[in-house]
């Protein structure tokens, strides 16, 4: 039996991590794989059992809580599972890097994961570094900085970093991880703009 392959695409938001995995789940769909598609409860910004890009693109999934569930869905399936996809991987729970390992390299099943690797802080985001240590294929995808300088221009430089905005100003260091949102809450950034206020400062 073939070993599954491993591919994560990452990068911060608005770099069209979700975009691409659309993209490969459709071009799946053509080529008429068996492909099964997850998600996490807790991302509920558009449609509940839908993953959809922030451009509205949205395309049918399973949603989950843990995921363990991907196993039993997985082996109660009528059909023989090829290839599956999971989106927003960040906010799964520690058991996702032993599934995704157990699906490759003991089913032969390809699975491709969307998620952030890094925090609003710049910190590993859940289990990303371990899912990053186990892909044999890694798309780090990058968005446009569009902090608007003092001259009123647009930096639109290359952003590698996710901004959080509370009431349109950079959040502290001290707020929460996790908080769902959109462009509402959260835009992308450069080295030079991004901004987490009050975090600690490197001290070797």
């Known amino acids: 039996m073939k070993t599954g392959l491993i591919e994560i695409i990452c990068g ?9 995995l659309v993209r490969q789940i459709e071009l799946a769909l053509i080529s008429k794989i068996e492909i099964v598609a997850f998600k996490p409860k807790i991302d509920n910004r558009y449609k509940s059992d839908e ?8 395309i049918k ?4 809580e843990n995921s363990k569930e991907i196993i039993d869905y997985i082996k109660n399936s009528s059909k023989p ?3 599956i996809f999971i989106d927003e991987a960040q906010f799964f729970d520690e058991k996702i890097v032993e599934v995704v390992n157990y ?9 491709v994961l969307a998620g952030l690797a890094q925090d609003f802080k710049g910190a ?5 570094p371990k899912l990053l240590g186990l892909a044999q294929k890694i798309r780090t995808l990058t968005a446009i900085c569009v902090h608007e300088k003092e001259d009123g221009k647009i930096c639109r430089k290359p952003a590698f970093f996710t901004q959080r905005l509370i009431d349109g100003k950079p959040a502290s260091y001290n707020s929460p991880i996790i908080l769902v949102g959109g462009i509402d809450s959260y835009t992308a950034r450069c080295e ?13």
Not at 12 to 19: A, E, I, L, V, Y
């Open 12 to 20: 911060p938001m608005f770099s069209g991590k979700t975009s691409e």
């Open 192 to 204: 030079d703009h991004w901004e987490v206020i009050d975090r600690p400062e490197i001290d070797l």
């Open 103 to 111: 699906l490759a390299k003991n089913k032969g099943i390809d699975v």
């Open 51 to 58: 993953i959809c890009t922030n451009d509205g693109h949205c």
């Open 81 to 83: 599972i090829e290839k």
């Open 61 to 64: 999934s399973v949603v989950i």
């Open 124 to 128: 590993p985001f859940g289990q990303m």
